[in-house]
């Protein structure tokens, strides 16, 4: 099957400094990834789309210049937080859909990346 | 716009009983709704789309336009069904097509 990866696992750094999140599609090609959010004991909220060698298209109310996404392949895209702020802390999940197949509206999704900011 | 409601928070049921987990959407286009699971520190993965018209691990989702809903269900409900539900609306186009989320809903199974 499908496997979407996430590196790190688990992140803590000072308020103020910058931090690149990893997702990988580890066996299939992505045209697509999508990065999403979760507080606790809440709902996935998408962040932004992810289009290979494309700019990101960002959902209302999320700042682009404060998470910066790269899609640079068709299996690596990067989410960085810069000059993070302890409100920025979260469970950070990517997902990646499948090229070809006609499994484009099929999302494989990583593990997820718990940033803390102190 | 378009949206996804869970109206429980928490199902708690006996092993044995039926289940059945509300959805409800709103979208003005053509849905496409999907069932994800979450269960205890996995990832969240997909259980069923309504499109497939399948049953996997003796769940079923029928969508019902008229309603807007598409309830999960599963006649008997096992030990290891309990985990976190999402119903998800995907809009846009197929390819860059996007989900919305519900809020989930947490299934627990009593032995």
């Known amino acids: 099957g499908a496997v979407v990866s996430q590196h790190p696992s688990r992140v803590i750094c000072k308020s103020g400094t910058s931090v690149k999140i990893e997702c990988r599609s580890l066996d299939f090609q992505a045209t697509t990834m999508f990065w999403y959010r979760q507080f606790p004991k809440q709902s996935l909220m998408l962040m932004a789309t992810s289009n290979e060698g494309s700019k990101a298209t960002y959902e209302q109310g999320v700042e682009k210049d404060k998470f910066l996404i790269n899609h640079a392949s068709l299996t690596l895209s990067t989410l960085t937080v810069t000059s993070a702020h302890p409100e920025d802390s979260s469970f950070y999940i990517c997902?990646?859909?499948?090229?070809?197949?006609?499994?484009?509206?099929?999302?494989?999704f990583g593990p997820g990346t718990r940033l803390l900011v102190l | 716009a378009q949206r996804v409601t869970q109206p429980e928070k928490l199902l708690s049921v006996f092993k044995g009983a039926p289940v059945e987990l509300k959805c409800n959407y709103s979208?003005?286009?053509?849905?496409?709704l999907f069932w994800y699971v979450q269960y205890s520190r996995q990832r969240l993965q997909l259980l069923l789309r309504?499109?497939s018209r399948e049953s996997i691990k003796g769940f079923t989702a029928d969508l019902n336009k008229g309603e807007t809903s598409f309830h999960l269900k599963k006649p008997f409900a096992q030990e290891e069904d309990s985990a976190m539900y999402y119903c998800a609306l995907l809009y846009g186009s197929s390819n860059t097509g996007k989900l919305i989320f519900g809020q989930g809903t947490t299934l627990q199974v009593k032995p």
């Open positions: 997902s990646a859909s499948e090229l070809g197949r006609g499994k484009q509206e099929t999302q494989y």
């Open positions: 309504h499109i």
């Open positions: 979208y003005s286009g053509s849905p496409e």
